[in-house]
């Protein structure tokens, strides 16, 4: 009988400490997670475009990170088209030093434009892809900078320039 308990009194304190170390490797886990993302309202003259692209990034170390980001944007031009674009993206940061920043981000959206018919255009449903390769200037959690789109197609982005200027927030 008093093996059974000194057993079960063993088996309940590796349980204990083994659920210890998993919860303090899972709290290790988040404490170098951040969060960002974008927010984007364009309105007028029949116009709307809003947009919602949140985003994590994992810290490795001061200067490497690397996350994920979702994208989704609806435009719509009254009486000319509607177009829905969603997709995802992988980015890494690179701190050169504290207050330069280089990225690598590698985007794919689906966009989907439906024109309106008395204009006679056909649908379009595509996938675009993008490269950017950005510089831009850290002050804490906001990064300003620019990047250039290296997989530019005039025909198929759904960016007016291979040139973006980007506002960063993580925290």
Do not use: C
């Amino acid at each position: 009988m008093i093996n059974k308990k000194i057993f079960l009194i063993i088996l309940v304190v590796l349980f204990s400490l083994n659920n210890l170390t998993a919860q303090r490797e899972t709290s290790y886990f988040w404490s170098h997670v951040r969060f960002g993302g974008g927010i984007g309202l364009n309105f007028g003259n029949d116009f709307f475009s809003g947009t919602l692209a949140p985003s994590a990034i994992y810290q490795f170390d001061k200067t490497f990170a690397l996350g994920l980001g979702l994208n989704g944007t609806f435009n719509s031009q009254k009486r000319v088209y509607k177009s829905t674009i969603l997709g995802g993206s992988l980015i890494g940061l690179f701190n050169v030093i504290n207050e330069i920043q280089l990225s690598a981000e590698y985007e794919q959206l689906n966009v989907s434009r439906r024109y309106n018919t008395n204009l006679d255009i056909p649908n379009d449903n595509y996938w675009s892809p993008a490269l950017f390769l950005g510089a831009g200037y850290r002050n804490g959690n906001i990064t300003f900078g620019v990047r250039y789109d290296v997989l530019y197609d005039e025909s198929k982005s759904i960016y007016i320039d291979p040139w973006a200027p980007f506002v960063r927030f993580y925290f």
